[in-house]
């Protein structure tokens, strides 16, 4: 039975790196390029260079491309441990900003300090495993709903004991491990803060027509802050629309009705659009209304020049941990897959009812 086409092109470019025909510290061709050359899909390419990885061949980086090893690094580098990242870690994402950049800052420098090559995928790449040869030493993924953790994906890493985390969402599951926040807290200690220093009416501004239950426990966090002060909860200022046509409709109906002290925005994708609506009232940040956003919002505040507060999340931090516990578990099998909550940080710009917490 012929080999599989992606074994043809591993030996093919495993005798030409070994031969000398291409030489240490030169890059290979493009995926699109070396598709095209080899006539086959990229995805076949992407699993001759892992072999090539694997064998310390060569350094794949994402953004920089693929390397051929130094000969007198290869013994080393074969034996390094390997750690592929299975996110949809891409700059098409809404959420790029917030998320993405400080998860990649954070897997680099785990990659670098601990030692282990670093590879992203994307999840309908995961979807396509099914020998134990297709499995990555430990998986780590980003924001992942419940829903979308397939029964596949699940039973073959359990099966072949490959460490999954994840990161951001909660999942009882004894093959997955957690690292995440808790929302409502984080918020509801955020939300009390600005209540006990003079913001009794803040509104709130959930991402319109998103069921996820992250952004669900932040929205009762926003409530609980109003109980804990002993304080009726104001639905009236609850903005949770289908959409952000009617989301901001209703935030105009609002700053027109009344000057409420605050806007607590649930997440960072929906920070543009309140800027926006505010800017079209003529209100001022922080001096005619103030804002909070759950996310890492810095770059894009400076950006703007808009002095918002925001909730930031130790995400390099976390994605640190994970790499650390996968090289654990794969050194000592009996260790326990991480199951650990973390303290979000309060960076306050220009808001009085938080400068005293």
């Known amino acids: 039975m012929r080999k599989e086409k992606f074994k043809d092109i591993f030996e093919d470019l495993h005798r030409k790196?070994?031969?000398?025909?291409?030489?240490?510290?030169?890059?290979?061709?493009?995926?699109?390029?070396?598709?095209?050359?080899?006539?086959?899909?990229?995805?076949?390419?992407?699993?001759?260079?892992?072999?090539?990885?694997?064998?310390?061949?060569?350094?794949?980086?994402?953004?920089?491309?693929?390397?051929v090893s130094d000969p007198l690094n290869r013994s080393m580098a074969s034996g390094r441990k390997r750690l592929e990242i299975a996110a949809d870690l891409f700059p098409g994402e809404s959420n790029y900003f917030n998320y993405i950049t400080p998860i990649l800052n954070g897997l680099s420098k785990a990659s670098e300090k601990l030692g282990f090559t670093l590879r992203l995928l994307q999840r309908s790449e995961i979807e396509l495993w099914k020998e134990p040869d297709d499995l990555p030493d430990g998986l780590i993924f980003h924001a992942l709903p419940e829903q979308n953790l397939s029964r596949h994906l699940i039973e073959i890493a359990t099966e072949n004991a490959v460490p999954l985390i994840l990161l951001n969402r909660n999942m009882e599951h004894p093959g997955i491990g957690t690292l995440t926040v808790d929302y409502r807290q984080e918020t509801r200690r955020a939300v009390s803060c600005m209540i006990r220093n003079g913001a009794k009416r803040i509104v709130l501004y959930k991402n319109p027509g998103c069921l996820e239950n992250a952004l669900h426990l932040r929205v009762l966090g926003w409530r609980d802050a109003y109980l804990e002060n002993a304080?009726?909860?104001?639905?009236?200022?609850?903005?949770?629309?289908?959409?952000?046509?009617?989301?901001?409709?209703?935030?105009?109906?609002?700053?027109?009705?009344?000057?409420?002290?605050m806007i607590f925005i649930t997440n960072g994708t929906c920070f543009y659009q309140v800027c926006i609506t505010l800017a079209g009232h003529n209100f001022s940040v922080p001096d005619d209304i103030a804002l909070l956003c759950f996310d890492d919002i810095g770059a894009l505040q400076e950006e703007l020049g808009i002095p918002a507060s925001y909730i930031r999340m130790p995400l390099e931090r976390m994605v640190f941990e994970a790499?650390?516990?996968?090289?654990?578990?794969?050194?000592?099998?009996?260790?326990?897959?991480?199951?650990?909550?973390?303290?979000?940080?309060?960076?306050?710009?220009?808001?009085?009812?938080?400068?005293?917490?």
């Open 17 to 67: 790196i070994t031969g000398g025909e291409l030489v240490a510290g030169s890059q290979l061709p493009s995926l699109p390029l070396l598709a095209e050359q080899y006539a086959t899909s990229r995805p076949t390419i992407r699993k001759a260079l892992q072999l090539l990885e694997k064998e310390g061949l060569v350094t794949c980086r994402n953004g920089i491309g693929v390397t």
């Open 231 to 261: 304080l009726p909860v104001p639905e009236e200022l609850c903005i949770t629309a289908s959409c952000y046509e009617e989301a901001n409709h209703h935030l105009s109906a609002i700053l027109k009705r009344e000057r409420p002290d």
């Open 323 to 357: 790499a650390e516990s996968i090289i654990s578990i794969k050194n000592n099998p009996k260790a326990a897959l991480p199951r650990k909550l973390f303290h979000a940080e309060l960076i306050v710009k220009g808001c009085r009812y938080l400068l005293q917490n």
